[in-house]
């Protein structure tokens, strides 16, 4: 129902009206409006909507009993001031109960003993989107308190299975609440068929039991969706998937190899530049400068003084050479288009039987992790899943601990990490 307010010409002639619409304020009728003595626009409205739901029996109540107490909740802000709606809601009798029950009206656009319409509520949830509690409490002018009541109205701190039809591909990963404490929670999320990201759940720890348990919670028509996990290597998360998932596939993140092999051939170059800056000359030695980031690029991401300073490091330093060759055979495996799962297989094997021929030591890690999970890493050459939307993820997360100060209620986390995701979708 549009209101209609004065406006007035410049010769301050007699005012005519104008109509704006109460957008998510439905079938009301509106009694006056105002601007009160704090220069606030209160809008005085009746309800049309006939009939309540009996509190006790359920039913239609349409008996008029008169009217409840003057309810006035906040709205939507009108030609730059605050507003708010102010209406009395009227009582029924049902005539079905015995004790003939009175039950007050609940208007749709405004929930119980909230004092905020639902249309400023999700206003106000949007407005939270990528921001914080106390910076949208400063500039809407709504107390802290009030709005983590919205939150908790509006978001659930647990994942609404009723939500999803398939579940696809599931991530599990970590990150830690403080920095430096090991108090590691799980972040469990699914990247479904259409590439969005969704997440199922915070979990207060790393431990087996607890994602067993979460893992079970999930209906079972939606478990059985699931047909393959991206994770790291952690054993707790591996034996869990491998016991309630026993059909999916368990993919070991590409990129947590890669990282573990790159740190292997990066210990080697600390080494041997560590020996070279007591055996080269001063001028030689200067000529590795920039080194560091030349051995760790892709050769096509190298500039020109990159590839001559890394030149330079393998030539002094067989050993290096010898490494870094190793290490980009083993990506070149990775990066190979349309290579199966038994190929990839075995030639990863007869790449570790490269390195145990040099009689280098530095990868002798690298080799026991790779014959450890060979076939979870090679999973990977099914359908090249791998933790990249999970990664993403975690630096969101990483980005709204910082933005809050640190969120150490998982609830909370749960709530803000969705809103985050679907906040734009649900509320824009």
């Known amino acids: 129902m549009p209101v209609k307010l004065p406006v007035y010409n410049q010769a301050g002639a007699q005012p005519a009206l104008i109509g704006i619409p109460l957008l998510g304020v439905n079938d009301v009728k509106v009694l006056a409006v105002e601007i009160n003595e704090k220069g606030e626009l209160v809008i005085e409205v009746e309800s049309r909507q006939q009939g309540t739901t009996c509190r006790q029996c359920q039913q239609k109540a349409d008996k008029g009993y008169g009217y409840g107490k003057v309810r006035q909740v906040r709205h939507l802000s009108a030609f730059g001031l605050k507003t708010w709606i102010r209406f009395r809601p009227q009582r029924y009798e049902c005539i079905f109960c015995p004790e003939k029950t009175t039950t007050t009206q609940q208007v749709d656009w405004c929930l119980p003993r909230s004092p905020h319409t639902i249309a400023f509520e999700e206003h106000l949830l949007l407005q ?103 994770t790291d ?103 190979e288009p349309d290579l199966t799962k038994i190929e990839a297989s075995q030639k990863i094997k007869d790449w570790c039987q490269d390195v145990k021929q040099t009689g280098l030591t530095w990868f002798d890690s690298f080799l026991t992790t790779l014959n450890n999970h060979l076939g979870p890493i090679t999973n990977y050459f099914i359908n090249r899943h791998n933790s990249g939307f999970v990664e993403g993820l975690n630096n969101k997360i990483k980005v709204l601990k910082r933005r809050c100060y640190g969120l150490l209620n998982l609830g909370r986390l749960f709530q803000r990490l969705f809103l985050d995701l679907e906040g734009y979708k649900l509320f824009a």
């Open 128 to 230: 939270l989107v990528n921001s914080t509690v106390e910076d949208v409490s400063h500039k809407e002018d709504v107390s802290y308190d009030e709005l983590l009541g919205i939150i908790d109205r509006h978001l659930g701190k647990q994942v609404n299975w009723a939500e999803f039809e398939q579940l696809e591909v599931m991530g599990i990963d970590e990150i830690a609440l403080k920095k430096g404490h090991q108090d590691y929670v799980v972040i469990v999320t699914v990247r479904l068929n259409d590439g969005q990201v969704k997440l199922l759940a915070v979990l207060p720890d790393r431990k087996k039991k607890t994602l067993v348990k979460f893992l079970q919670s999930i209906p079972l028509p939606l478990r059985q969706t699931i047909h393959t996990v991206c």
């Open 233 to 335: 290597m952690w054993e707790a998360y591996l034996k869990a998937v491998e016991k309630v998932l026993p059909w999916a596939d368990v993919v070991v993140d590409r990129f947590h190899v890669a990282q573990k092999y790159h740190d292997a051939a990066d210990k080697v170059r600390k080494k041997e530049l560590k020996r070279l800056k007591d055996e080269l000359a001063e001028t030689d030695y200067k000529k590795l400068k920039g080194s560091m980031w030349a051995f760790r690029k892709k050769p096509t991401d190298l500039s020109a003084t990159e590839t001559e300073a890394l030149a330079h490091l393998l030539e002094y330093s067989p050993p290096l050479r010898l490494v870094y060759d190793l290490r980009l055979k083993l990506t070149a495996i990775f990066e």
